[in-house]
């Protein structure tokens, strides 16, 4: 079974500029999440879908953040524009919430810099 | 509101048991659970306590007792493989995840 892939693995932008990055979770997962992880903290939960409608989006700055889930499958989260304290991993994480223990499944992160 | 105390770091030598301890303050309390990342690595889950006492697989068990809001994970016959940084997060409506730990295992 493939695991959940994001891309891409690295960015460095300058700030202001806009970021966009890619998240493909495990098949057949209902739920995605995005994480913000500066160094040295646990992962703050930025958004959750469910589907594709928004779960929970408390923690997400959106006067320059926004992500979307089309078609419940792949999503994107985006930057724009980005500032110094945006530097972390992104990372994006799936699960299936069947009813159980909520287990996320996290892909490789984005580790964005900006400068 | 919803807060996590943990260790910042904690070392031990190979072949070594270790306790990590997790205190938290949470509304919407269903369990706690504890996710492993190694250096520039994904979290990984480890285990999930839904219920009070000890959950073992393998090596590593954890525990959890509700009336006290507290958590460990305890790490058995401590490998090399084991150094990296260990997350303890409440499962509420959403996950929370607490600052970490960071084992380091010494030969």
């Known amino acids: 079974e493939a695991g959940v892939a994001q891309s891409p693995r690295y960015k460095i932008i300058e700030k202001r500029q806009s970021v966009a990055f890619w998240c493909n979770p495990i098949?057949?997962?209902?739920?995605l999440y995005w994480y913000q992880q500066i160094l040295g903290q646990g992962p703050k939960l930025l958004i959750q879908?469910?589907?594709?409608?928004?779960?929970?989006d408390s923690q997400l700055p959106k006067d320059r953040f926004s992500a979307e889930r089309l078609k419940g499958v792949d999503s994107t989260l985006k930057i724009q524009p980005a500032k110094l304290e945006d530097s972390a991993v992104y990372l994006c994480?799936?699960?299936?919430?069947?009813?159980?223990?909520?287990?996320?499944?996290f892909g490789p992160g984005t580790r964005l810099t900006v400068l | 509101g919803q807060s996590l105390e943990q260790p910042s770091e904690v070392t031990a030598v190979e072949g070594a048991i270790v306790q990590i301890n997790c205190t938290y303050q949470?509304?919407?309390?269903?369990?706690l659970s504890w996710y492993q990342q190694h250096d520039g690595g994904a979290p990984t889950f480890l285990s999930y306590?839904?219920?009070?006492g000890l959950e073992e697989t393998g090596r590593f068990s954890s525990f959890l007792s509700r009336s006290d809001s507290y958590g460990y994970l305890l790490l058995q016959e401590l490998q090399m493989k084991d150094s990296a940084s260990y997350f303890c997060?409440?499962?509420?409506?959403?996950?929370?995840f607490g600052q970490g730990t960071e084992l380091s295992v010494k030969p």
């Open positions: 994480a799936s699960s299936s919430r069947t009813g159980g223990p909520d287990t996320q499944y």
């Open positions: 879908f469910q589907n594709n409608g928004v779960v929970d």
């Open positions: 997060a409440v499962q509420g409506g959403k996950l929370i």
């Open positions: 098949s057949g997962h209902a739920t």
């Open positions: 306590n839904g219920l009070d």
């Open positions: 949470t509304s919407g309390f269903y369990g």
